[in-house]
């Protein structure tokens, strides 16, 4: 069953997209403001090398453009170990694939608790912070990927999301009706939970008690 997106993210439509500036090459930043190192969310991330305004457009999504049919037949989900996210899903015609003649873009991990969005400019895809953003802080959007089936508990853990936000979701999936409203009381529940642990009742002594260190004498002793 073919998906309505293909991979990394589903654009929101932007005719008032920012013009080009100074210090920019048709409307993108110049040089890159980012970098891409290791992440704690998943695999490579890109990290910001300065401070980024709001509205300032980061970097295009490039690669092969290709059909939806030729992106479900080079990359197939339920073969692979884990799912594919350098596929971009521009419309019902066309998928780009960053894989080909791609750039960093394709490393800018997901987040639910974004700090950019992915913008459709005229058919180009384009990554714009939507916030100030600090030097040293990971770029993220929100993919929402798109399953044209029913949302179950193992697709949950095919695609998971790992961004550590307060609101996780639990997946870069998109969820709709039942399955948003279940997931949110889910989260509304963990987050009393643990605001009830992180305050324990007046005169409840914690049962855990902090290791003792050891002297430089007794370590010295045990060697």
């Known amino acids: 069953m073919r998906k309505k997106a293909a991979g990394t993210g589903r654009q929101r439509r932007n005719r008032n997209a920012a013009k080009p500036r100074r210090g920019t090459r048709d409307g993108v930043a110049f040089p890159r403001p980012f970098t891409v190192r290791r992440s704690r969310v998943q695999g490579r991330g890109g990290f910001a090398l300065r401070w980024i305004a709001r509205g300032e457009r980061i970097v295009e999504y490039v690669g092969e453009r290709i059909p939806p049919a030729v992106a479900d037949a080079r990359y197939d989900d339920e073969a692979g170990r884990r799912h594919h996210t350098f596929l971009f899903s521009v419309d019902k015609k066309t998928v780009i694939d960053a894989a080909v003649d791609g750039n960093e873009a394709r490393f800018i991990n997901h987040s639910c608790d974004p700090n950019c969005e992915a913008v459709d400019r005229r058919g180009r895809i384009f990554i714009e912070a939507i916030r100030d953003i600090a030097p040293g802080e990971e770029l993220a959007y929100d993919y929402n990927f798109e399953l044209d089936e029913a949302i179950t508990p193992a697709l949950l853990r095919r695609y998971p ?30 987050k009393r939970r643990r605001a009830s642990v992180a305050q324990p009742e007046p005169g409840v002594r914690p049962s855990k008690r902090p290791r003792r260190k050891r002297s430089p004498k007794t370590a010295k002793q045990a060697t």
Do not use: D, H, Q, S
């Not at 870069?172 to 997931?183: D, F, M, N, P, T």
């Open 161 to 190: 999301c790992r961004c550590g936000a307060e609101g996780c979701r639990g997946t870069i999936l998109v969820l709709k009706g039942a399955e948003a409203r279940r997931l949110k009381a889910k989260l509304a529940k963990a």
